[in-house]
Protein backbone atom coordinates (compact mmCIF):
# COMPACT_ATOMS: atom_id res chain seq x y z
CA UNK A 1 0.00 0.00 0.00
CA UNK A 2 3.10 2.24 0.74
CA UNK A 3 4.42 1.79 -2.52
CA UNK A 4 0.69 2.85 -4.48
CA UNK A 5 1.03 5.98 -2.10
CA UNK A 6 3.91 7.30 -3.05
CA UNK A 7 3.18 6.51 -6.61
CA UNK A 8 0.35 8.23 -6.74
CA UNK A 9 2.02 11.07 -4.44
CA UNK A 10 4.91 11.25 -6.67
CA UNK A 11 2.17 12.00 -9.19
CA UNK A 12 0.43 14.69 -7.36
CA UNK A 13 2.58 17.03 -6.11
CA UNK A 14 5.68 15.21 -4.59
CA UNK A 15 7.66 16.18 -7.52
CA UNK A 16 7.14 19.99 -7.36
CA UNK A 17 7.68 19.78 -3.19
CA UNK A 18 11.34 17.58 -3.68
CA UNK A 19 11.93 20.60 -6.48
CA UNK A 20 11.27 23.23 -3.81
CA UNK A 21 12.96 21.78 -1.36
CA UNK A 22 15.84 20.71 -3.98
CA UNK A 23 15.96 24.83 -5.52
CA UNK A 24 15.97 25.88 -1.94
CA UNK A 25 18.93 23.59 -1.05
CA UNK A 26 21.54 24.56 -3.89
CA UNK A 27 20.87 28.40 -3.34
CA UNK A 28 22.20 27.50 0.64
CA UNK A 29 24.88 25.59 -1.16
CA UNK A 30 26.21 28.50 -2.82
CA UNK A 31 27.79 29.74 0.57
CA UNK A 32 30.33 28.00 2.73
CA UNK A 33 28.34 29.04 5.34
CA UNK A 34 24.79 27.39 4.16
CA UNK A 35 26.18 24.07 3.04
CA UNK A 36 24.80 22.64 6.67
CA UNK A 37 21.20 24.31 5.06
CA UNK A 38 21.65 22.96 1.70
CA UNK A 39 22.34 19.26 3.02
CA UNK A 40 19.61 19.38 5.40
CA UNK A 41 17.44 20.69 2.37
CA UNK A 42 18.61 17.58 0.37
CA UNK A 43 17.72 14.87 3.02
CA UNK A 44 14.39 16.82 3.34
CA UNK A 45 13.88 16.75 -0.82
CA UNK A 46 14.51 13.00 -0.67
CA UNK A 47 11.56 12.86 1.99
CA UNK A 48 9.16 15.18 -0.27
CA UNK A 49 9.70 12.20 -3.28
CA UNK A 50 8.97 8.92 -0.85
CA UNK A 51 6.99 10.36 2.66
CA UNK A 52 4.42 6.92 2.99
CA UNK A 53 5.97 5.18 5.82
CA UNK A 54 8.56 7.67 6.74
CA UNK A 55 7.66 9.45 10.04
CA UNK A 56 9.21 12.85 11.29
CA UNK A 57 10.31 13.18 14.78
CA UNK A 58 11.11 16.90 16.25
CA UNK A 59 13.49 17.42 18.50
CA UNK A 60 15.98 20.06 19.54
CA UNK A 61 18.76 22.15 20.93
CA UNK A 62 19.76 26.09 21.01
CA UNK A 63 21.47 26.08 17.78
CA UNK A 64 18.70 24.41 15.71
CA UNK A 65 16.40 27.35 17.33
CA UNK A 66 18.48 29.78 15.79
CA UNK A 67 18.81 28.11 12.64
CA UNK A 68 15.33 27.55 12.34
CA UNK A 69 14.71 31.26 12.48
CA UNK A 70 17.27 31.75 10.10
CA UNK A 71 15.49 29.11 7.74
CA UNK A 72 12.13 30.38 8.76
CA UNK A 73 13.37 34.00 7.21
CA UNK A 74 15.02 32.67 4.08
CA UNK A 75 13.11 30.05 3.01
CA UNK A 76 10.56 28.37 5.29
CA UNK A 77 7.74 30.10 4.78
CA UNK A 78 7.75 29.90 1.15
CA UNK A 79 8.04 26.14 1.15
CA UNK A 80 5.02 25.75 3.80
CA UNK A 81 2.73 28.42 1.95
CA UNK A 82 2.70 26.26 -1.28
CA UNK A 83 2.95 23.04 1.25
CA UNK A 84 -0.45 24.00 2.88
CA UNK A 85 -1.76 25.47 -0.10
CA UNK A 86 -1.61 21.97 -2.03
CA UNK A 87 -2.54 20.52 1.32
CA UNK A 88 -5.87 22.19 1.48
CA UNK A 89 -6.03 21.55 -2.31
CA UNK A 90 -5.80 17.89 -1.85
CA UNK A 91 -8.22 17.17 1.55
CA UNK A 92 -11.31 18.70 -0.37
CA UNK A 93 -12.07 14.95 -2.16
CA UNK A 94 -11.87 12.03 0.72
CA UNK A 95 -9.47 10.40 -1.54
CA UNK A 96 -7.02 12.88 -1.12
CA UNK A 97 -7.25 13.18 2.32
CA UNK A 98 -4.03 11.08 2.96
CA UNK A 99 -1.99 12.65 0.75
CA UNK A 100 -3.13 16.55 2.23
CA UNK A 101 -2.08 15.34 5.28
CA UNK A 102 1.77 14.49 3.69
CA UNK A 103 1.56 18.12 2.49
CA UNK A 104 0.58 19.12 6.16
CA UNK A 105 3.61 17.08 7.61
CA UNK A 106 6.24 18.91 4.81
CA UNK A 107 4.45 22.38 5.82
CA UNK A 108 5.63 21.63 9.38
CA UNK A 109 8.86 20.27 8.50
CA UNK A 110 9.51 23.36 6.54
CA UNK A 111 8.99 25.53 9.39
CA UNK A 112 11.48 23.44 11.56
CA UNK A 113 13.70 21.51 9.76
CA UNK A 114 16.69 21.40 12.02
CA UNK A 115 16.75 19.49 14.76
CA UNK A 116 13.90 16.90 12.79
CA UNK A 117 15.11 13.15 12.10
CA UNK A 118 13.49 11.03 9.38
CA UNK A 119 12.47 7.56 10.92
CA UNK A 120 11.22 5.01 8.55
CA UNK A 121 8.10 3.30 9.70
Do not use: H
Not at 28 to 53: E, R, Y
Not at 54 to 66: D, E, H, M
Not at 69 to 75: A, E, H, P, S
Amino acid sequence: MKLIGNLLWIILCGLVLALLWFIFGLLWCITIVGIPVGIQCFKFASLCIWPFGRNVYFGGSPVSLLLNILWIIFGGIEIAVVALIIGAILCITIIGIPFGMQCFKIAKLALMPFGADIVAS
